[in-house]
């Protein structure tokens, strides 16, 4: 459960605008958290008035809205903040009393989030973080302050954690690279997974030809047409232009060990974390990214959640062409980049997923041969364009999905890659959206190696590596390699866990 407080400028126990983290005083939350919660409730309230406005309805949600005013006001009036030398103390005295302690040697980042209520009212929320997988969707404490005290608590802790203050109005000298409103755009329409943006223009496409079919023939099939639209907006439209508002104005820059995020058009995000929180970075190319030369870095790293939905894993650079986003690799993890070599998969890996694809093909060919004879009798009378095509549309797709089958086969056998260095080690994946993962081996948590009978048959093996993750924990597979290849990667980590070579603190909960 997350705490929304906020500080006020002239009201509530040892409250002080002017110096809002001197240790051991208590902080009361700002008004302007009351309107926000109340507000959330007036839709809802709205609607249930609309469906059942009659009699001593409307006076009975009025009533109940009254009611959660009382409630929200009770519970601002009763919550403090107390910010100690070594520690963040959130109290609250009500019939369910809560008090939460978060010490400043656990927190993975203090993040500022403003929406369009924070700017109606002049205040902003400040993110507390641990660095936890089980906290890792929540931050552990959101607390509303008025925002230039906001920007003073986030620079004094920022100091606590960092050894300096994060200074929101200073520009970096040089920034590694620019971001414009193009690359935005770009990276929100092309970073989205080719299986999606597929499923998405097909539905597009259905939705074209019902609405021609219906033109044409004057038969009704707008509803139709109109739930494809849906589609369409729901799983391609919808999430791109998430993305290009989420990341618009997007900035990123490194200070010493500290890395810096700053983006949002209606919802702004200022975020910064220590690079050694980082537990891997994974460059992404979609397939319309690839054609374009252009890839994104994303980064694992606990203690950045926002609670509002967005993607949880920091994106470290847009979609750029493939030299920038390897100088910008360079320049704000150069602890990350990859110097060691790589390596294939094995015959037996071909063998493998040769006989995965033969048994996936046959598995579809069985499945549709009913329907594709039952869809040939029932339209094989039929005349036209329509009598040609219909008849053999099923066993069609069914050759098309089959050649798509021993497509991905191929390129998978030959993109997967595996290596390992002193230090790294990185799995390369994907058939059509590629994603080159490098991680540290003081960052692994568990390693799992896999033998199915037909890889045992092969002299092969699969690995699973776990880490912490902005989501609560990621895997990331490997392709098939040799077991004892994949198996030096868990050797390495109790090695270096044995020799004290592994830092406990990179993974510190």
Same mark, same amino acid.
């Given at each position: 459960?997350?705490?929304?407080?906020?500080?006020?400028?002239?009201?509530?126990?040892?409250?002080?605008?002017?110096?809002?983290?001197?240790?051991?005083?208590?902080?009361?939350?700002?008004?302007?958290?009351?309107?926000?919660?109340?507000?959330?409730?007036?839709?809802?309230?709205?609607?249930?008035?609309?469906?059942?406005?009659?009699?001593?309805?409307?006076?009975?949600?009025?009533?109940?809205?009254?009611?959660?005013?009382?409630?929200?006001?009770?519970?601002?009036? +009763?919550?403090?903040?107390?910010?100690?030398?070594?520690?963040?103390?959130?109290?609250?005295?009500?019939?369910?009393?809560?008090?939460?302690?978060?010490?400043?040697?656990?927190?993975?980042?203090?993040?500022?989030?403003?929406?369009?209520?924070?700017?109606?009212?002049? @205040?902003?929320?400040?993110?507390?973080?641990?660095?936890?997988?089980?906290?890792?969707?929540?931050?552990?404490?959101?607390?509303?302050? +008025?925002?230039?005290?906001?920007?003073?608590?986030?620079?004094?802790?920022?100091?606590?954690?960092?050894?300096?203050?994060?200074?929101?109005?200073?520009?970096?000298?040089?920034?590694?690279?620019?971001?414009?409103?193009?690359?935005?755009?770009?990276?929100?329409?092309?970073?989205?997974?080719?299986?999606?943006?597929?499923?998405?223009?097909?539905?597009?496409?259905?939705?074209?030809?019902?609405?021609?079919? $219906?033109?044409?023939?004057?038969?009704?099939?707008?509803?139709?047409?109109?739930?494809?639209?849906?589609?369409?907006? @729901?799983?391609?439209?919808?999430?791109?232009?998430?993305?290009?508002?989420?990341?618009?104005?997007?900035?990123?820059?490194?200070?010493?060990?500290?890395?810096?995020?700053?983006?949002?058009?209606? +919802?702004?995000?200022?975020?910064?974390?220590?690079?050694?929180?980082?537990?891997?970075?994974?460059?992404?190319?979609?397939?319309?990214? +690839?054609?374009?030369?252009?890839?994104?870095?994303?980064?694992?790293?606990?203690?950045?959640?926002?609670?509002?939905?967005?993607?949880?894993?920091?994106?470290?650079?847009?979609?750029?062409? #493939?030299?920038?986003?390897?100088?910008?690799?360079?320049?704000?993890?150069?602890?990350?980049? #990859?110097?060691?070599?790589?390596?294939?998969?094995?015959?037996?890996?071909? $063998?493998?997923?040769?006989?995965?694809?033969?048994?996936?093909?046959?598995?579809?060919?069985?499945?549709?041969?009913?329907?594709?004879?039952?869809?040939?009798?029932?339209?094989?009378?039929?005349?036209?364009?329509?009598?040609?095509?219909?008849?053999?549309?099923?066993?069609?797709?069914?050759?098309?999905?089959?050649?798509?089958?021993?497509?991905?086969?191929?390129?998978?056998?030959?993109?997967?890659?595996?290596?390992?260095?002193? #230090?790294?080690?990185?799995?390369?994946?994907?058939?059509? #959206?590629?994603?080159?993962?490098?991680?540290?081996?003081?960052?692994?948590?568990?390693?799992?190696?896999?033998?199915?009978?037909?890889?045992?048959?092969?002299?092969?093996?699969?690995?699973?590596?776990?880490?912490?993750?902005?989501?609560?924990?990621?895997?990331?597979?490997?392709?098939?390699?040799?077991?004892?290849?994949?198996?030096?990667?868990?050797?390495?980590?109790?090695?270096?866990?044995?020799?004290?070579?592994?830092?406990?603190?990179?993974?510190?909960?």
């Amino acid at each position: 459960m997350t705490d929304d407080c906020s500080s006020d400028a002239g009201s509530g126990p040892g409250t002080a605008a002017d110096t809002p983290t001197r240790p051991g005083e208590k902080i009361r939350c700002h008004p302007s958290i009351i309107a926000e919660r109340s507000l959330s409730a007036i839709v809802v309230l709205a609607v249930i008035a609309t469906q059942l406005g009659r009699g001593a309805v409307p006076a009975v949600l009025a009533i109940l809205f009254i009611g959660l005013v009382l409630f929200n006001y009770r519970q601002w009036s +009763r919550t403090t903040i107390q910010f100690n030398e070594r520690d963040v103390v959130v109290e609250r005295n009500t019939l369910f009393k809560m008090k939460k302690t978060l010490p400043y040697a656990k927190v993975a980042s203090v993040n500022v989030n403003r929406g369009i209520l924070n700017r109606v009212f002049g @205040t902003s929320r400040l993110l507390v973080n641990i660095n936890s997988g089980s906290g890792a969707t929540v931050p552990e404490a959101v607390l509303t302050f +008025r925002q230039d005290v906001a920007e003073e608590i986030r620079a004094g802790m920022a100091e606590r954690l960092y050894g300096h203050e994060t200074v929101a109005e200073e520009e970096p000298a040089e920034p590694p690279v620019s971001f414009t409103p193009a690359d935005v755009i770009v990276h929100g329409l092309f970073s989205v997974s080719t299986y999606q943006t597929v499923s998405g223009f097909a539905f597009l496409a259905y939705s074209v030809v019902q609405i021609y079919v $219906s033109t044409v023939t004057g038969a009704g099939a707008g509803g139709t047409a109109l739930v494809s639209l849906l589609m369409f907006f @729901t799983i391609q439209l919808a999430p791109s232009v998430s993305l290009i508002f989420h990341y618009y104005n997007y900035r990123v820059y490194r200070r010493g060990d500290t890395i810096y995020l700053e983006h949002g058009l209606v +919802r702004t995000y200022k975020t910064s974390f220590d690079a050694s929180r980082i537990n891997a970075i994974r460059v992404k190319r979609t397939l319309a990214a +690839r054609l374009l030369h252009r890839s994104c870095i994303e980064a694992e790293v606990v203690g950045l959640a926002s609670g509002s939905g967005e993607s949880l894993r920091p994106v470290l650079c847009l979609l750029k062409d #493939d030299a920038t986003q390897q100088r910008l690799l360079e320049e704000l993890v150069p602890e990350f980049v #990859d110097e060691h070599g790589r390596e294939r998969q094995p015959a037996g890996a071909r $063998s493998v997923l040769l006989i995965r694809a033969a048994l996936a093909s046959l598995a579809l060919v069985l499945v549709t041969a009913y329907p594709s004879i039952y869809l040939y009798h029932e339209t094989a009378a039929l005349t036209g364009v329509t009598g040609l095509v219909l008849p053999y549309a099923l066993p069609l797709a069914t050759a098309a999905a089959i050649l798509a089958i021993s497509y991905a086969t191929y390129v998978s056998y030959r993109v997967t890659e595996f290596g390992t260095g002193t #230090d790294l080690f990185t799995f390369v994946n994907g058939a059509v #959206d590629r994603e080159t993962v490098v991680m540290n081996y003081d960052r692994v948590q568990m390693v799992r190696i896999t033998r199915g009978p037909v890889a045992r048959i092969f002299g092969v093996a699969r690995g699973k590596v776990y880490l912490l993750s902005a989501i609560g924990g990621a895997n990331v597979s490997s392709g098939y390699f040799a077991g004892s290849r994949l198996a030096a990667v868990g050797e390495t980590v109790m090695e270096r866990i044995a020799s004290g070579e592994y830092d406990y603190r990179k993974n510190s909960i």
